[in-house]
């Protein structure tokens, strides 16, 4: 039961960073995969980042390579730099148990996720 909230949304212009964190609440997640999604209106929920925390491994969406970086400790972040406005969406913060999935980009494969924390990017 492992409970997943999010933080560290909120507005930022366009070329500006915002770091979100996901802490979990309850439960281990150190031998999860965690992943962030997010949900911009009117659209299907989309793949991120996901981070595999035994290797540290990361893997990225391909829109957000090299402008957004995954990473974790205790706690599951996602530095987002370089901000476009069609960046605005809700992310969500998400975790599978083991086995471990370097490449976990579909929603379906993951059991826990957070209440979502809104990012708008102004023009």
């Known amino acids: 039961q492992v409970q997943l909230v999010e933080s560290g949304g909120g507005l930022v212009q366009a070329g500006g960073s915002l770091r979100l964190s996901c802490a979990a609440s309850s439960g281990t997640v150190s031998s999860y995969t965690m992943a962030w999604f997010r949900q911009a209106p009117g659209k299907d929920r989309e793949f991120v980042a996901v981070?595999?925390?035994?290797?540290s491994n990361t893997y990225y969406a391909n829109s957000v390579k090299g402008r957004f970086t995954i990473s974790g400790d205790n706690t599951l972040y996602l530095q987002m730099n370089s901000l476009k406005p069609e960046n605005t969406a809700v992310y969500y913060c998400?975790?599978?148990?083991?086995?471990?999935?370097?490449?976990?980009?579909?929603?379906?494969?993951?059991?826990?996720w957070g209440q979502g924390t809104q990012v708008t990017v102004s023009s």
């Open positions: 981070f595999t925390w035994l290797t």
């Open positions: 998400a975790a599978k148990p083991p086995p471990s999935s370097d490449y976990a980009a579909r929603e379906s494969m993951y059991a826990y």
